[in-house]
C-alpha cells in the first residue's frame, strides 16, 4: 500500500493537533480537540493527545493482528490515558480528545473504522465512492451553531456554549470520541470490503472534508479524481481558499490518500 499524507496547521504559530501516520497494511488518522484554556486541566495539550493516540495505534496494528479495529482503538486509548492520568485531569470534560479514521488491510480485506467526524471514503472500482462517517456530533452541533456563531471567540460566553456541547460526548443519544474511556471504541462505525473491489481510498479530518460537506466545492467523485492527479496538498489548496473566500476561520487539514491497496 502506498500512502501519501498532508497535513496543514490552521494558521501560522498554531500547533496542528491533527496526526497522520501508516505502516505498511495501515493508515490512521487522529484529530485532536480542545479549547484554549485547558492547561490547567492537562499540561500536555491537544497536539500531544492526538500524535500520542496515533503513535499507539500504529504500534498495536503493526503488531497485533488478530484484534477488531474497535479493540486496538480501546487499547491505545487506554495506553494513552494512562501515560497522563496521574499528571491532568483525565475525566474533565475539557481535557484532550480526538476523533479517529483506521484504515487496515488484512487477509484479503481492507477494514475500516470512523470515530466522530473525521471521514474515510473508499473509492470502488465499480460505482461512487464509499463514503464512511459517523454524523453523531454534526447533528448535535447544528443546535449550538448560532450561539457560537454569535459569541465571542475565546469568550466566557463561547466557552460555556462550548462546554454544553461537549456534555453531550460519550453519552448514550449524544457523541462518541476518543478521550479517557476506551469503551467509546465500540461505539464507532466499522466495516470491510473486499480489496479487489477498491482502487484507493482516503482518511481525512474535517478541516479537510469540508471541500465538500461545507463549501460544496465538489462531490465526492471529483475529489477522489483531484487526488489521483494532483494529491492532497490541492483539495487542502482549494480549502483554504474557500476558507479566506467565506471568511470562514481555517480548520487543521489533514489527508492520507491510499493507492496500491493490493500491494504490501
Known amino acids: 500500500m502506498r500512502v501519501t499524507m498532508t497535513s496543514a496547521a490552521a494558521r ?3 500547533a496542528n493537533e491533527d ?10 488518522l487522529i484529530d485532536g480537540a480542545g479549547i484554549s484554556g485547558a492547561e490547567s486541566i492537562c499540561r500536555h495539550g491537544v497536539a500531544w493527545y492526538a500524535s500520542r493516540l496515533g503513535g499507539s495505534l500504529l504500534g498495536l496494528l503493526s503488531l497485533v493482528r488478530d484484534r477488531s479495529l474497535s479493540e486496538l482503538l480501546a487499547r491505545a486509548i487506554k495506553q494513552v490515558t494512562d501515560d497522563h492520568r496521574d499528571t491532568c485531569d483525565v475525566a ?3 481535557s484532550p480528545s480526538a476523533t479517529v479514521a483506521i484504515l487496515r488491510l488484512s487477509d484479503g480485506l481492507v477494514e475500516h473504522l470512523v470515530l466522530g467526524d473525521s471521514v474515510l471514503v473508499l473509492d470502488r472500482a465499480d460505482g ?3 463514503v464512511v462517517s459517523d454524523p453523531r456530533e454534526v447533528v448535535i452541533s447544528r443546535s449550538y451553531r448560532s450561539a457560537l456563531e454569535a459569541a465571542a471567540e475565546d469568550g466566557d460566553e463561547y466557552h460555556r456554549i462550548l462546554r454544553d456541547l461537549r456534555g ?3 453519552q448514550p443519544g449524544g457523541f462518541w470520541v476518543a478521550k479517557d474511556d476506551p469503551r467509546a471504541a ?14 484507493g481510498a482516503v482518511l ?7 471541500i465538500v ?3 460544496r466545492l465538489a462531490e465526492w467523485p471529483e475529489v477522489m479524481a483531484v487526488l489521483a492527479s494532483s494529491g492532497p496538498a490541492e483539495v487542502i489548496h482549494r480549502v483554504r481558499q474557500a476558507e479566506a473566500r467565506h471568511a470562514v476561520a481555517a480548520d487543521d487539514a489533514t489527508i492520507a490518500h491510499c493507492t496500491d491497496l493490493g500491494e504490501t
Open 204 to 210: 481525512l479530518s474535517n478541516g479537510a472534508s469540508r
Open 213 to 215: 460537506d461545507r463549501f
Open 19 to 28: 496526526f497522520a501516520g501508516a505502516v505498511p497494511t495501515a493508515a490512521v
Open 92 to 94: 474533565d470534560p475539557i
Open 128 to 130: 461512487t465512492p464509499l
Open 186 to 199: 465500540d461505539e464507532a462505525i466499522t466495516g470491510s470490503c473486499l480489496i479487489s473491489e477498491l482502487t
Open 168 to 170: 453531550n460526548r460519550n
Open 12 to 14: 501560522t504559530g498554531h
